[in-house]
């Protein structure tokens, strides 16, 4: 099992910036790929940004040159932030965190992010 902790949403204007941050935990050994995603009300979660154990990079054409994923770790934690630039209204959502490994595939309890125009 694998356990995720998200932090880093709120409320932020038009224009700035935040920082999302996922700790995972727990049998990370064998874990591949770790992405955000996001959902807005009456919408389905759709891809925001992954980044793979090899640290290749994949962005939703939407956020490409706003958003930054990156990504640290060691033997007992792995964590993945995703710097978010320039927001738009349009990026209010609940963001979750995603860990797929041999273990299986997990997800964060996600954390809301508003952008007031």
């Known amino acids: 099992q694998v356990q995720l902790v998200e932090s880093g949403g709120g409320l932020v204007q038009a224009g700035g910036s935040l920082r999302l941050s996922c700790a995972a935990s727990?049998?990370?050994?064998?874990?591949?790929?770790m992405a955000w995603y996001r959902q807005a009300p009456g919408k389905q979660r759709d891809l925001v940004a992954s980044?793979?154990?090899?640290?290749?990079?994949?962005?939703a054409d939407s956020v490409k040159g706003r958003f930054t994923i990156s990504s640290t770790r060691d033997k007992a934690k792995m964590t993945v932030y995703l710097q978010m630039n320039s927001l738009k209204p349009e990026d209010t959502a609940v963001y979750y965190c995603?860990?797929?490994?041999?273990?299986?595939?997990?997800w964060g309890q996600g954390t809301q992010v508003t952008v007031s125009s």
């Open positions: 980044i793979s154990s090899g640290s290749t990079t994949n962005y």
């Open positions: 995603n860990v797929m490994g041999l273990t299986g595939n997990y």
């Open positions: 727990g049998n990370i050994f064998g874990v591949n790929t």
